[in-house]
């Protein structure tokens, strides 16, 4: 337990990122506010140990490996309920990116489009509206990130951001660790990344908490 704002007490939750936390989001979205920093983690300092982990949880079945705290703040607004991340985006957005990936390198159209509902989209919301991507990022990242959602990944190779570069190189690297393996053998490695998340009082204040963090 953590201590919030004046009395409050916050509970940590552990959660599987890919398994747990995002699904049970079904019908929210995951929002990077303003005040955040944009998608910082690059291929050589934080992608290649991830697909190292990686590696690990397929070789062990029995393996789960941490990815570290997400803590958000859950508000509502018009009527669509969105999760603001105050710390964790880092690790969120790289999770989001890794569902593209394997929705990208799917081997058939039901297993691809289980992908997008599960992870991606909300489904029952219409194409055009805002609410349909399970997450929205920083404004910056924005427009790179719909590319990547709406499968135009050549678009992305003249793209110079960290969301282009990295979606790139974990379908490169999810494909090969694929034709090497099989696909539930790596979705079944990637379900045993785990968070531990951490939920804001709405009396708490959101940004100084990022701050202080």
């Known amino acids: 337990y953590i201590k919030g704002k004046g009395a409050n007490t916050l509970e940590a939750n552990p959660r599987k990122l890919l398994d747990e936390f995002i699904p049970e989001a079904m019908g929210k979205q995951f929002v990077i506010p303003v005040y955040q920093r944009k998608y910082t983690w690059t291929v050589n300092k934080q992608l290649k140990q991830l697909i190292s982990d990686l590696k690990e949880l397929i070789a062990n079945d029995n393996k789960e490996h941490f990815l570290g705290t997400i803590i958000y703040l859950e508000t509502n607004v018009n009527y669509k309920t969105e999760r603001s991340i105050v710390d964790g985006q880092q690790r969120l957005v790289t ?60 678009e992305l190779r003249d793209k110079n951001s960290n969301i282009a570069k990295n979606f790139l190189y974990l379908q490169n690297q999810l494909s090969k660790l694929i034709e090497t393996y099989n696909f539930d053998q790596v979705l079944f490695a990637l379900k045993r990344f785990t968070i531990v998340y951490i939920k804001l009082d709405k009396h708490d204040d959101a940004q100084q908490i990022f701050e202080s963090i």
């Open 95 to 154: 999770m989001f990116l890794i569902a593209a990936a394997l929705k990208s390198l799917a081997d058939n159209k039901y297993r691809a489009e289980l992908i997008s509902q599960q992870y991606l989209e909300n489904m029952s919301e219409p194409p055009e509206s805002k609410y349909r991507q399970r997450l929205y990022p920083a404004v910056s990242d924005e427009d790179d990130y719909k590319l990547v959602i709406a499968n135009r990944y050549d």
